[in-house]
């Protein structure tokens, strides 16, 4: 499931990146109320990552980035495993507190996301 859906992430990516944005409307209700979130600017972000503009993909949103780059990490490792037989696979431990850790750490990040999302209002909701 996660190999497909970063099949299909990559892949819009990629075509993003060769035919442009898309020509449908994305956005939520909120973001015509100039109230950005910690996903606005993620598909411009993607398609500036696949072009290899990093720093204009950073400055839409960093999420853009990490999830171009994952997507290609788990398609990366889904065709050597094919290939070569073997996969690359790991293992973590959850206990309860290393749970509530992660958890903390990434609401921290995305209320960090969430802020800095809306300081860049005027960029989101910019046309073109």
Do not use: K
């Not at 990629?14 to 109320?33: E, R």
């Not at 600017?41 to 950073?58: F, H, P, Q």
């Not at 996969?87 to 903390?104: E, G």
């Not at 969430?114 to 909701?125: I, K």
């Amino acid at each position: 499931m996660i190999t497909a859906s970063a099949s299909v992430g990559a892949t819009t990516a990629m075509l993003m990146a060769m035919f442009g944005l898309p020509p449908i409307d994305l956005h939520g209700p909120l973001h015509y109320l100039d109230v950005m979130d910690p996903l606005c600017g993620g598909t411009r972000a993607a398609r500036y990552t696949m072009l290899g503009d990093w720093r204009l993909a950073w400055q839409y949103n960093p999420l853009g980035i990490v999830a171009v780059l994952g997507s290609a990490a788990v398609v990366g490792r889904a065709i050597i495993g094919v290939i070569t037989g073997r996969w690359l696979s790991a293992t973590i431990v959850w206990t309860r507190r290393r749970s509530r850790l992660v958890v903390a750490v990434v609401l921290v990040l995305l209320a960090v996301l969430e802020v800095r999302q809306q300081l860049l209002a005027p960029l989101l909701t910019a046309t073109g």
